[in-house]
Structure formats: structure tokens, C-alpha cells
């Protein structure tokens, strides 16, 4: 059995009492005050007095200072109750969300009290806006664990039945296997990087290397790499990029690039990319824009959280993670911007927007396209 400690005090009842005893400190203080200073007078200024004047209460007046004392008290008991209620329930409804919250029920709220003062009800909405995160934390804690779980199953599996395979002597180490192997293992670590690069961004600890990069070389070297890959892919890539020196970590944007690049490759109708970077109002744009299908309407919103996959995704042949526009947030979001997606039209786009408080620019009257 749970067993819980009954509070020591009750908050109500203390201050009902401590506003009763004000009360009667108050009369008492007033009339004992005012037989002093008048006892003071006759002993000074006796002549200001008849000659049989007392100061002492008479009968009447100690029956007058009673039934005042007994209105003080009773006035002050309402009020002490009126006010303790605007206290006490509050801090009570906390108290009670906050028991269930440790039983384990972490969709417990105090419920609002409408007699309760600015400072309390605060302390009862910052209570529930700290629950829902707890609460939010917790089913993202479970929900990690499934999809990492589910991610990493298949290529585990691919990798131990393979390697079983040559260990009975079912497959021979060949060339064309070992490719398939380090392929699965480069997934593996791909996934593991992504992981780390959303979990240390959810914390602020996704560190950068900031440098002057020259965007225009930086973009055409990395449109070279991924070459092959969009040319088995059936893809093309045309790249325009204004001539720019930019202040960012150029392994994190190539990161941030792959993930985009990935994302068109899995989900976009064979066509020829468009990586295009200029200087906006706001800093530096980089976007990626592909032929279509575009992201359905009601996905859009969460398109950039975590294991955020669409229903078609998930039915089809779709192999991907659920993570490569997260990693995107993550990294825009560490260089102080963020990503977006617009549609125009059958055209997609997906942006990183980076502010560039110190960036240096080289742009000439026309730009650059480069093949």
C-alpha cells in the first residue's frame, strides 16, 4: 500500500486563526492605547477633565470593546477563509495533479480555480505547461526507442544473416558481398550520426566548426560527389550559386544537404534538382527544389520533427528513417536559422535559412551557374 504523509499543517485553518488573532491584537491594542493616553492626559492636564473622570473602563465600555472584539473576529474569520480559499485551492489542485503525476499518470492537470489570484493561478498554469512537457518528453522517450529499435532491426538482421551465411558456408566472402555488408554498415553509422545530430541539438549541444567557406566552390564540390549517386537514381542536379564567402560549419551543411538530397531521391519524381543559395533579407537561403509529387498538405507541419513520416511513405516502398529533415532543423536551428518547405505549384522546395551576421560577400553583377 502507498502510503502518504498527511500534511503537518492545514494552510486554511492557520491563517483563518492568524487573521483572527490579528483581529483581536488590533482591538485589544486600540483600547488598551487609548485608556494609556488618556491616563497620560489627566496626570498632565487635569483641568481638561471633570473632577470625578476615570480612565479605567467602566462596564459599558468593556462591554462595548467585547462585541467589537467579536465583529473583528468574525469579520476577520471570513475574510481569512475567503482568502485562504483563493490560496489554498490552488496549491491543493497542484498538490493533487502533482501525486498523480508521481503514481504514474502523467496526463494529470490542476484544475484552474477562478477566485484565485494573479500569482496562483500562474503557479497553476506553469504547472500544467511543465506536465505537458513532462508528459510530451516522456511519450517521445518511448516513441525513440520503438522507431530506433525498428530502424536498426533490418540492417542488424541483414549483417547477421549474412555473416551466418559465410560462417556455415552458405555465401562466399566475395567482392559483390562485402559491398552489401559495408553498405549496411555504412547505413548503421549514417543512422547513428543523424541520431546524435537531433539528440545534441534537442539539448543545445550540437557544436559547429564555423569558418569562411566559399559557398560557390563548396556547392560544386559536393554536386561532384553526389554525382554517381543521382546518376544511377535517374536524377540531375543543376547547381546556381551566386559568387559568396558564408560563416558556417561546411561538414554540417554537407550533412544537411545529403539529408535533403535523400529525402528528394526517395520521394520525388525523377527530374533534375535545382541547389540553388543567394542572400535574402533575412541572411543566406539554400534551397533545394524538385519536380514533385510535393508533401501533402497535412503532413507539412510536422514535416521537420523527428520520425515524422507520411501514411504513403510508410505503405510504399519508402526505406527511409524519419529523421534527414529533423537532422536539417537540427543543423539550421544550431547556426541560429531554420528550415522550411514551400510549394510552388509541381515545384517543391526545401530551404535552409541561415542568418549571416558576418558574412562576407564577393557577389558580382551576374552570377554563376555551374553544370
Keep these: 500500500m502507498n502510503m502518504r504523509r498527511q500534511p503537518r499543517f492545514d494552510l486554511s485553518r492557520h491563517l483563518t486563526l492568524a487573521m483572527a488573532m490579528v483581529a483581536v491584537g488590533t482591538v485589544v491594542f ?39 472584539t467579536a465583529m473583528g473576529i468574525a469579520l476577520s474569520g471570513w475574510l481569512g477563509l475567503r482568502i485562504s480559499r483563493c490560496i ?52 517521445n522517450a518511448i516513441s525513440w526507442n520503438a522507431q530506433i529499435a525498428h530502424e536498426l532491426r533490418t ?35 549514417r543512422l547513428v550520426e543523424d541520431l546524435r545530430c537531433v539528440s545534441l541539438a534537442d539539448i543545445g549541444r550540437l557544436e559547429l566548426r564555423l569558418t569562411d567557406v566559399d559557398l560557390t566552390q563548396e556547392l560544386a564540390e559536393w554536386a561532384a560527389l553526389m554525382q554517381p549517386t543521382l546518376t544511377k537514381a535517374q536524377f540531375g542536379l543543376h547547381v546556381s550559386c551566386p559568387p559568396v564567402i558564408a560563416r558556417l560549419d561546411a561538414g554540417r551543411l554537407r550533412q544537411a544537404l545529403l539529408a535533403l538530397l535523400d529525402n528528394a531521391l526517395h520521394y520525388a519524381h ?4 535545382r541547389l540553388e543559395a543567394a542572400l535574402g533579407p533575412n541572411g543566406l537561403e539554400i534551397a533545394l527544389g524538385d519536380q514533385g509529387p510535393g508533401v501533402p498538405e497535412a503532413q507539412v507541419e510536422a514535416l521537420f520533427e523527428v520520425f515524422s513520416r507520411g501514411a504513403s511513405a510508410q505503405n510504399t516502398h519508402r526505406t527511409g528513417s524519419g529523421l534527414g529533415l529533423a537532422v536539417v532543423q537540427a543543423i539550421a536551428s544550431a547556426h541560429g536559422g531554420k528550415a522550411a518547405y514551400h510549394r510552388d505549384g509541381t515545384q517543391s ?20 551557374n555551374l553544370p
Aim: with cysteine; glycine share 8%; aromatic share 8%.
Design 30 to 68: 486600540s483600547f488598551l492605547a487609548f485608556y494609556v493616553a488618556y491616563t497620560v492626559a489627566i496626570h498632565i492636564a487635569p483641568q481638561l477633565f471633570p473632577p470625578d473622570y476615570s480612565a479605567l473602563p467602566s462596564g459599558w465600555d468593556l462591554a462595548i470593546m467585547g462585541v467589537v
Design 270 to 273: 525523377p527530374c533534375t534538382l
Design 349 to 368: 522546395r526545401f530551404l535552409l535559412l541561415l542568418p549571416q551576421p558576418a558574412l562576407v560577400s564577393t557577389f558580382v553583377p551576374t552570377g554563376e
Design 155 to 189: 540492417p542488424l538482421t541483414i549483417l547477421k544473416g549474412r555473416l551466418q551465411g559465410v560462417s556455415d558456408g552458405v555465401f562466399a566472402m566475395d567482392e559483390a558481398l562485402l559491398r552489401g555488408l559495408l553498405s549496411q554498415v555504412d547505413g548503421l553509422a
Design 88 to 139: 489554498v485551492l490552488p496549491m491543493h489542485e497542484v498538490a493533487r495533479a502533482a501525486r498523480a503525476i508521481a503514481d504514474g499518470d502523467l496526463s494529470a492537470r490542476a484544475n484552474p480555480v477562478l477566485e484565485a489570484p494573479g500569482e496562483t493561478a500562474m503557479l497553476v498554469a506553469d504547472f500544467n505547461t511543465m506536465a505537458a512537457r513532462l508528459e510530451k518528453g516522456a511519450h
